[in-house]
């Protein structure tokens, strides 16, 4: 690994006893939130179901972008999986469930090309020269963030629109290559990425371990996620097939 200097969006990394205070105040990102929550504030008007997923999509978001965890993903790998994760399995399908169906439908392609897209996109982030640019350039770093989080938006709400078979079949077949990226990261014996070489010792971790957990969260909690929103589709498919009565159709 190379010893250049690394000045992620999120700030240089923190050591523990620092990290509490790292919140980020970037004006620029606050004045886009409040103007985000204003727009969606009015245009849910009568709905508060919508208006509730929204803004617990918007506090995930001012987790992950404005809290302390912005500057621990510049320590460890481990927390940037975290990250990701949060961004595309949980902001993601909060924001698609939110959306309302002339917006679904507005979406071009179905489950099947957006599962391809989302997990290319996936992917191409997670390539050491592709992370290492995101944390050497603020532009490069929202690119990547808008790119994980629209792609997966547009992943979720054609799943919530498509029929039951092809939401359960994209669900899985994206669980299993998040599975399939997580795995690689844990079973390997080098750990890949150079903006982490001299920032994981301070919380405990060799680069390779904090790579490894970061595989770990990718593997586990993260294709999980995929699961049970796949099992619930299945059981919203097994409902149908039953008749008010309880007999099968």
Known sequence: MNERIWIPYCGAAPDPGGLIGRWN???????????????AFVR????PRERALFFAATAVTLLLFVSPFCALTSALFAARSAHHVLLTALAAPLIAAAMPRSALNAIRGGPASWTAVSALILWLWHA???????LSSNAVYWLMQASLLGSAIAFWATVRASSS????????????????????????DEAFYAPHA????AWGFS?????????????????LAYLCA?????HRLLEDEVRPNGLPA
Do not use: K, N
């Open 44 to 47: 849910t008007a009568g709905r």
């Open 230 to 234: 796949a099992l619930a589709r299945l």
């Open 25 to 39: 105040l970037d004006p620029g990102l606050l004045c886009l939130f409040v103007a985000i929550s204003a727009i």
């Open 198 to 201: 001299l920032t994981t010792t």
């Open 165 to 188: 078979v092809a939401a359960v079949a994209a669900l899985l077949a994206y669980m299993v290559q998040m599975g399939l990226l997580g795995s690689l990261l844990t079973f390997s």
């Open 128 to 134: 050491p020269s592709l992370y290492g640019e995101a």
């Open 207 to 223: 680069p390779l371990e904090d790579q490894q957990l970061a595989g770990l969260l990718m593997w586990v909690p993260g294709a």
